[in-house]
């Protein structure tokens, strides 16, 4: 049974940062590319990290210079270092895992989320 478990989400103040972490079961994690997608109320779910399984990044034009995604293939963990976040980034933000390298590629599976509040 694959389980994608995230943690790290919160409130925070503008200008502060937040590492998101998802731990990845029941998958061969180190084949697998991993993404992080955020959702606001009443907006599309959209991709903004990625990372494929050599390694390759991508991000939305939105966080780029301010977010960091990695993978550690040994802990089975993929993070999102967030930092100078901006009331704009309030979402809540999810795991994913894919096949293959291209960032728009469907997604597997899906962790729950975790809400992550940018205000003062």
């Known amino acids: 049974q694959v389980q994608l478990v995230e943690s790290g989400g919160g409130l925070v103040q503008p200008g502060g940062s937040l590492n998101l972490s998802c731990v990845a079961s029941?998958?061969?994690?180190?084949?697998m590319a991993w993404g992080w997608h955020r959702q606001a109320p009443g907006k599309e779910r959209v991709l903004v990290?990625?990372?494929?399984?050599?390694?390759?990044?991508t991000y939305a034009d939105s966080v780029k210079g301010r977010f960091t995604i990695s993978r550690d293939n040994f802990k089975n963990t993929v993070y999102l270092q967030m930092n100078n976040l901006k009331p704009e980034d309030t979402s809540t933000y999810y795991c994913?895992?894919?096949?293959?390298?291209?960032?728009?590629?469907?997604?597997?599976?899906w962790g729950r989320g975790t809400l992550v509040t940018v205000s003062s």
């Open positions: 029941g998958v061969i994690f180190s084949t």
């Open positions: 994913a895992a894919a096949w293959g390298t291209t960032p728009s590629n469907p997604v597997q599976h």
């Open positions: 990290a990625h990372i494929t399984p050599g390694g390759m990044l």
